[in-house]
């Protein structure tokens, strides 16, 4: 019979001699302390993935979640779609130098419904979004140059507003991330 060969304790880091071949994990010093030890690591090793793994299940049914998910990778699309172009807004140019906003013409909360819309969102500067709440009529009159009279007035009709689930906007999140990298593979 083969003879096990001598380890070392994953606990105390001990070298020991296993008395049967591949049953002990540990070494027998301390009266049992480092078995108690090596099994209570396990079992916390085992707690954290399961709770890993219920945190994963729930952000996979997270609305909330998912939603901000897909706005991100939405809004990445929206930068780099208009990337060549300056602030839809003002004359800032694209060489502006500040931050980028992906700002929405019609808001997400007025209409929830044209918040994936492409013709509704465009690249625009931090201060005409943030600071002069998207000013909005220079952002009509650059619209209409951008996509047109009937497009724009494609945005004025109401739809009912869908209820989007959280697979809603996962598929929307993969829509979105694989037209980024197609954009970032043609820009390069």
């Not at 304790?9 to 020991?16: H, K």
């Not at 004359?91 to 502006?96: H, L, V």
């Amino acid at each position: 019979m083969k003879q096990p060969k001598e380890r070392r304790c994953p606990v105390c880091q001990e070298m020991y001699t296993p008395k049967r071949y591949g049953l002990r994990l540990t070494c027998c010093c301390d009266n049992a302390g480092c078995r108690l030890d090596y099994a209570q690591g396990v079992r916390a090793k085992e707690s954290e993935k399961a709770a890993r793994s219920r945190k994963k299940a729930f952000l996979d049914d997270d609305k909330a979640f998912q939603r901000a998910k897909a706005q991100k990778a939405f809004n990445e699309f929206i930068r780099l779609r208009d990337a060549a172009l300056g602030c839809v807004s003002c004359d800032k140019p694209a060489a502006w130098h500040g931050q980028w906003h992906a700002g929405h013409y019609k808001t997400t909360g007025a209409r929830p419904d044209l918040r994936f819309n492409e013709d509704n969102c465009h690249k625009q500067c931090s201060v005409c979004n943030n600071h002069l709440s998207g000013n909005l009529a220079n952002y009509r009159a650059e619209l209409e140059n951008r996509i047109g009279m009937d497009r724009l007035l494609a945005l004025g009709v109401e739809l009912t507003p869908k209820k989007y689930t959280a697979a809603d906007y996962k598929n929307i999140h993969a829509t979105y991330a694989a037209k980024v990298k197609e954009l970032k593979n043609e820009l390069k």
